[in-house]
Every structure is written in structure tokens, then in C-alpha cells.
């Protein structure tokens, strides 16, 4: 299993949006769970949404109604749509399973400053 690739990060002011990608060299159905975690400087990782292969979808609290995960299962493409962004969402996102037992890609970096 390869790692993912993610990608779709970027810098935007606050209250803009971005939407990450993250390509997976294996069908997402064959996950019980995929997940988008995120790690800011100095913090640990975090995991800020999450989508089971029956796709029922949870958020962090800190996120919830403001970012959607979704996934497009021809493509193998897990999806992050981020609306509203803060400051606090500046952080390095990556993609995996969950509980993660993928290799870890590079992630993507967003910024979000004025």
C-alpha cells in the first residue's frame, strides 16, 4: 500500500475556503474508515473528520459545520471541503485510515492568515 497523496493547501485569509484532496493507491472502499488528521507546530496529530465505507461522516467539534469530507470511489479520492476557516485551522493535513495503518504521505500545508 502506498502512501496517499494530498494535496489542495494553500494560503487564505480568514473566512475563506479551501478543498484537499487526497489520492489512495487502493479502492476507499476497502477501508473501514478514512480519515482527514491534521498537525499544527508544536501539537500532536489530530483527526478532524472521519467517513466509515457506509460513508457516515463525523467531525471534531472544532470543525463541525464548517468542513464536509466526502469521497469519490471511481477516482479513489478522499475529499476535504474547509468553509469559514480560522487561524486555528493553520496546520499540516494528511490523509489515512483510521486507525491509521496506511504510511503517511508528505500532507498538505494550509495557512490561514490575513
Known amino acids: 500500500q502506498e502512501h496517499p497523496v494530498e494535496s489542495g493547501g494553500g494560503l487564505v485569509q480568514p473566512g475563506g475556503s479551501l478543498r484537499l484532496s487526497c489520492a489512495v493507491s487502493?479502492?476507499?472502499?476497502?477501508?473501514?474508515?478514512m480519515a482527514w488528521y491534521r498537525q499544527a507546530p508544536g501539537k500532536q496529530r489530530e483527526i478532524v473528520a472521519r467517513?466509515?465505507?457506509?460513508?457516515?461522516?463525523t467531525y471534531a467539534a472544532s470543525v463541525r459545520g464548517r468542513f464536509r469530507i466526502s469521497r469519490d470511489d471511481d477516482k479513489n479520492i478522499l475529499y476535504l471541503q474547509m468553509d469559514s476557516l480560522k487561524q486555528e485551522d493553520t496546520a499540516v493535513y494528511f490523509c489515512?485510515?483510521?486507525?491509521?495503518?496506511?504510511?503517511w504521505g508528505q500532507g498538505t500545508q494550509v495557512t490561514v492568515s490575513s
Open positions: 489515512n485510515d483510521d486507525p491509521p495503518t496506511i504510511s
Open positions: 487502493t479502492s476507499v472502499k476497502n477501508f473501514l474508515a
Open positions: 467517513m466509515t465505507n457506509r460513508r457516515w461522516a
